[in-house]
């Protein structure tokens, strides 16, 4: 119950995470907020080997664990964001989120044929309703401009969405492949690895392309607070998925995960409602995907993970 409770946190902070960075990308570049909340995720990941008292398991990681970490979190935190606030920037949250649903089937190829993880009826069920609220919540959407004036690029914004969605369905892979069967510390210890990785890299792209990095980090000051939300937000998604990975299969936590999609469109409305398109069906949406969430937590308790 535990690993199911974090996975639903989870998502609901990296809902808050995408709500918050389409606040900051109105006033700077999509590439700005990928260099402040990737290299933030660092000493923050190292506060939390700390206090989780991480140290055995540090001193314990193998090669293997590292490269599987060190890919997953380039993947994930540099090209998969990268995509993903870009679909945000053309479509808003709310219509960026059932788009980047593709991720769960990919999540889902991936635990059944190569982690040989059990599936029963209610899996596919609860699979099935956290992938049928987002798309009533899409079907919704007919207008084209916000209330603030913003217009919707679909094609742009569904072409960054999908080529998110393979980015965020391949990393699940990749922490369980790397976290070979380690608890809750491991998996720690593995999201400091993805970040450093993704962090190494994006400086290095940094130092290749030329650009100063005072020209980077001169940011909008309306800007700036919206992006220090989203790289707070981001590690706590992010630790508490690391952790829910630790306890649940690849096949239950990223489900769950994907229910991130109706929280997208509770705290836009909360938050973002002049930048977003909302109408009277995502409510509707909303509540056949927490059915599938609630699908999926019922039956966790004859779910045996291989």
Known sequence: MLGSLLALLSAMSFAFN???????ILYNSVYKSIAVTVPIGVPLFIAAMIVFDCH?????LTIRSISFFGIAGIIHFIFGRYCNYKSIEYLGT?????????????SVFFAFFILNEIFTYLHFLGIILILLGPMIILAGSSNNVTKSGIKIDYTRGFMWGILCSFSYGTSPLLIKLGSNGGGIKDNIVGGFVSYFSAS?????????????????????????KWFLITGFMAFISQLLRYMALALLAMSIVEPIQRSSAAFRVLFGYLINKEHEIINSRVLAGILISL??????ISQLGSFVMP
């Open 18 to 24: 995408d709500v918050a960075v389409r606040r900051g």
């Open 56 to 60: 055995e398991a540090l001193n314990s």
């Open 94 to 106: 709310t219509l960026a989120g059932p788009v980047m649903q593709i991720s769960l089937l990919i």
């Open 200 to 224: 190494m890299l994006l400086f290095i792209i940094f130092l290749i392309v030329k650009i100063p990095l005072k020209k980077i980090y001169k940011l909008e000051p309306s800007g700036r």
């Open 291 to 296: 059915m599938g969430v609630y699908v999926l």
